[in-house]
Structure formats: structure tokens, C-alpha cells
């Protein structure tokens, strides 16, 4: 009896549920009640957990990815944009050809990534045909709703996959039909927009306000519910919310710091760069009231999550051509450099608008590295690629990571008239990879007028200038007029502003300048 007496509540508390149970059933499944879940990475150039933190790793996405797959079949990964470019992988090759994002499109197809959105980065490679190999390997929907592929003869159209010999076109939004175990039923639908920064002659874009507006027109005919997936600045996703507040969920990216946003009722999020973090959001849809709510939740990619094998199989893959190619160019990607005493900004809205300390940093590098004494030095601020804050110890596969491209530094004499030309054109230039970043050079505002070393630049004078082999090629935006080669006996040049050239001996592997990332790995280890 005692037992029983015990027992009586819990008895008489599964009846109670068995019933509710039963009143459901018999009401006749469909509740109108729909949850779809979203997993949000943005700006990933990373397929491994990040050497200093640990943090981040496609393999563990992949393992977060299943689970809220087990959770509920309605879920979609997608990725705001930026992934096949910049990194260490991407400038290396593999079986004789640049790797090119090739390792992130393979490790986001095993993944299981569904939709993403045209990064600015996306528009890195000059070779479109690099582009073109990306989406031709690609598995997921790209979208720009505000992007066209520009061809020769002036044509537009929408960039497109090359399908069995079919072109493939990307959608500028899409409708999927979800349904849940209950049988409710929706269409969702989801465009992309991005920033016009990835200039390319291939590429044109018309205005993402405009191009959101009629998106969101098309799709709310054919759509219960309709989110956006964007690459733009914070300040524009927050217009492109309070410009549609029936959209509840706006996915960005562009920003790599992890922030949410409610606009009225709706949620405008991006995560962590590298997928330090993922944001997992719940839009739960009420059918009858017509009614959408969102809820986020920022999860940390550490090491609490253990791989996906697939994922991780072929993240072990490039990893293994990563250090094999690395170490073939000189560099023990896990050793220490320096403990960096505060956060360096490499970020390209940094580096490529003003004087920046990591341009610091690398042109003294390279004075240190000359062996005449230059007057000066000049450094492309498009050779820093990192785009991203670096903080604490650096390793060398970070200074690789800094300065993908490496290349040799040259010493070169240059007549004022052509420098101050140089320095102009690079202020010119600011907001792309032509900006210059500069030592030992000043600008006197008041005067109007570069100090070089301290003193006045003089037009008829000779400087010694330090600078990288590339700008020698006169390929840099807008400096052509620095194109110069040593003349046939190896002596004096085709330029005549550029009389002297000084190139290292390759073959010398003690001359740090063969290579600016082992001439600034040298310098910080002083
Ligand atoms: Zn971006």
C-alpha cells in the first residue's frame, strides 16, 4: 500500500499526458506550427582550428551540422560569403596548379553547406576562370542578386555552374517547400545581396537596395516566409532590415566579430570570422497568424565538438599538402615568431585606406633586409591579405598567412620625379591593394609636399628604394609607369626614371630578400 500511495501521483500524471496525447492526435496532425533552423558561418578562410586558439574547424561545423540535422530534417546551412580567398592554402599549388579556394569548396561540399552568398573575395582571383572552377566544383547554391557576370562584348548575365556540359545558372533567390512530421507545410524563400567591392573587369553590380526591394516583390508571391543572406557592412544590413520588416532574419557577414541585432521585430546576425563561432538560429512560423519568430543562439566551435570524419578526412588532406608545400619553401609553419605585445590590424578596410602598423612593420622589415641604405621603402598594401585582426603568438604560418605571396624585394634608384609620381598615384589609389604602405616616407600637409627621410623630396634627385619585385612588373593598379627590367648584360634598365635595379641572387638562400615573409620573420625574431 505504501508503495502504491507513492506511486498514485505519477500514475494518475501519465494518464493525464496519455490524454493530452490523444486530444492532440485526434485534432488532426497539422498544428500550423513550423520551426526551420538555419546554421550560419560567415567570411571562413580556414578549414582547421586556428593554431593559437583552437577555435574554429570545419570538421566540428560539420559534426554541429549533423546534430541539428538529427534534430530537425528542416535545417540549412549557409555561409554569408567570403570563403575562397584569402588563404594560406588558396596561394599554394597542388599537382602543378594553384590551389585557389579549391580546398574550401571540397571541404564545404563534404560539410553538407547548402546556400551561400558572393563575397567580396569572391572577386579575388584576376583569372576568372579560377571563379569559374570554384562554382563548376561547388555542390551549394551561390547567389548575387546584385552581381552580374560581365562578358567581353559588354553582355550581362547570371554567373552560372557548368552542369553535364549545361550551364547552370545561380538563382537570385530561392523557394524550398518545408514540411514537418505534423504535415505543416511552407514555403520559405531567401535571397542574397552583397558589397560592390570585388572590382573586376568580369564582374558589375547594380545597387543592393534596389536589387533587395525587387527580390523580396518576387518572392513574397510565392513565399509564406522570406529571410536574406547578405555580405554588407553592419550599417547596411541594418537598412536592409528597417527597409523590409517583414523579413525577420537577415544572415550577414562582411564584419568578422560575432554581433546580433533586433530591428523592430526582426533579427539581423553574423557570427565569428573563420567559424570561431556559428550562429544557429530557430525561425519558428505560425501558418494561421501569419506570424514569424526568430531565435538565435552563438555557439563556439572549440574543441568540446569532435569532427565530422568525412569533413575532417579531407580537411587532413589539404593540411598535409599545406605543410609539404610550405616546407618546401623554407618555413616550419608551427614555429614561434613573436609574442605580439598588442592586437595587429590587418584588416584590408585598414591596410588599403591608411598607414597602418603592420605596413610599419613589414617596410622595416625590408629596409632592415637591404644592403644599400635605401632612403625609403614601399610595400603594396594589396601583398596583405590576411584580412583579419591578429593577436597574441605568431608562428610562421602566419607571417605566410600575412603575406601569401611572398616574393622578392629589390633595391632599385629612382629619380624623384618618378617617386613622388609613385607616392601620389598610391594615395590615389587608396581603398585598393595600390595603396601604398610606406618607411621613412612623410607628408607635410600644411606644405603640401613627401618628405622622404626627413627631408623635402627633391625632383631631380636619385633615391635609393626598396620595394617588391611585383611593383617592378608594372602591374599594380594604376603603375604602369614602374614597369622596369635590368638591361640584357644584367646591367642598368629599360626605365630610364629606374636606372638602377638590384635584384638578390636567388640561388643565395642566406638573402633574406629572395623572399619578404622569411626578411619579416627574421626581423621580428631580433
Ligand atoms: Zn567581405
Known amino acids: 500500500m505504501k508503495t502504491f500511495k507513492f506511486l498514485l501521483p505519477f500514475l494518475l500524471l501519465g494518464c493525464f499526458f496519455m490524454a493530452c496525447n490523444s486530444a492532440k492526435k485526434a485534432s488532426g496532425g497539422d498544428d500550423g506550427i513550423i520551426e526551420i533552423t538555419f546554421l550560419q558561418m560567415n567570411d571562413v578562410y580556414e578549414i582547421s582550428p586556428s593554431p593559437s586558439s583552437n577555435s574554429g574547424g570545419l570538421a566540428r561545423v560539420a559534426s554541429i551540422r549533423k546534430a541539428l540535422l538529427a534534430k530537425n530534417p528542416n535545417t540549412f546551412t549557409v555561409l554569408s560569403g567570403d570563403f575562397i580567398s584569402p588563404s594560406v592554402i588558396g596561394t599554394l599549388k597542388n599537382e602543378g596548379k594553384r590551389i585557389r579556394g579549391k580546398h574550401m569548396v571540397e571541404t564545404l561540399n563534404a560539410l553538407g553547406l547548402d546556400w551561400v552568398v558572393f563575397g567580396n573575395h569572391e572577386f579575388d582571383y584576376d583569372d576568372l576562370s579560377d571563379l569559374q572552377a570554384r562554382l563548376d566544383e561547388s555542390n551549394f547554391t551561390w547567389m548575387a542578386a546584385n552581381a552580374r557576370l560581365k562578358n567581353a562584348d559588354g553582355s550581362m548575365e547570371p554567373f552560372f555552374k557548368n552542369r553535364n556540359g549545361q550551364k547552370e545558372s545561380c538563382p537570385d533567390n530561392v523557394v524550398v517547400t518545408v514540411k514537418d512530421a505534423d504535415g505543416t507545410s511552407i514555403n520559405l524563400g531567401l535571397f542574397g545581396v552583397l558589397i560592390n567591392t570585388g572590382k573586376k573587369p568580369w564582374v558589375d553590380y547594380s545597387d543592393w537596395s534596389v536589387a533587395t526591394r525587387k527580390q523580396y516583390n518576387d518572392l513574397k508571391t510565392k513565399s509564406d516566409v522570406v529571410v536574406a543572406l547578405t555580405h554588407l557592412p553592419i550599417e ?291
Open 236 to 526: 547596411d544590413d541594418k537598412k536592409l532590415s528597417a527597409m523590409l520588416p517583414e523579413v525577420p532574419l537577415v544572415m550577414g557577414g562582411h564584419d568578422h566579430d560575432n554581433m546580433i541585432y533586433k530591428i523592430g521585430r526582426a533579427t539581423v546576425a553574423k557570427a565569428d570570422a573563420n567559424a570561431q563561432t556559428v550562429y544557429v538560429h530557430t525561425l519558428r512560423y505560425d501558418k494561421r497568424a501569419k506570424k514569424a519568430t526568430v531565435t538565435s543562439e552563438l555557439r563556439k566551435v572549440n574543441s568540446s565538438i569532435v569532427d565530422e570524419p568525412t569533413t575532417a578526412a579531407i580537411v587532413a588532406k589539404w593540411e598535409k599538402i599545406k605543410n609539404t608545400a610550405l616546407s618546401s619553401s623554407g618555413f616550419d609553419a608551427n614555429k614561434k615568431v613573436i609574442d605580439l605585445k598588442e592586437p595587429l590590424d590587418c584588416r584590408e578596410d585598414i591596410i588599403r585606406q591608411q598607414q597602418a602598423p603592420a605596413g610599419k612593420m613589414i617596410t622595416d622589415a625590408m629596409l632592415a633586409a637591404s644592403k644599400t641604405k635605401p632612403d625609403c621603402a614601399l610595400l603594396n598594401s594589396g601583398s596583405i591579405r590576411v584580412d583579419d585582426v591578429l593577436s597574441g603568438t605568431l608562428a610562421e604560418i602566419d607571417i605566410v598567412r600575412m603575406l601569401p605571396f611572398g616574393g622578392a624585394i629589390t633595391e632599385v634608384e629612382m629619380r624623384g620625379s618618378l617617386l613622388r609620381k609613385t607616392l601620389d598615384t598610391g594615395v590615389r589609389n587608396r581603398g585598393n591593394g595600390g595603396y601604398l604602405q610606406w618607411g621613412l616616407v612623410g607628408y607635410d600637409e600644411a606644405k603640401k609636399q613627401w618628405q622622404i627621410n626627413q627631408k623635402p623630396l627633391d625632383e631631380t634627385k636619385m633615391y635609393k628604394v626598396v620595394l617588391p619585385d611585383f611593383l617592378l612588373t608594372g602591374n599594380e593598379q594604376n603603375m604602369g609607369f614602374l614597369k622596369a627590367a635590368p638591361g640584357a648584360d644584367g646591367k642598368g634598365s629599360d626605365n630610364l626614371d629606374i636606372p638602377v635595379i638590384k635584384k638578390p641572387n636567388p640561388a643565395d638562400k642566406t638573402d633574406l630578400r629572395n623572399d619578404i615573409r622569411l626578411a619579416l620573420i627574421n626581423f621580428l625574431r631580433k
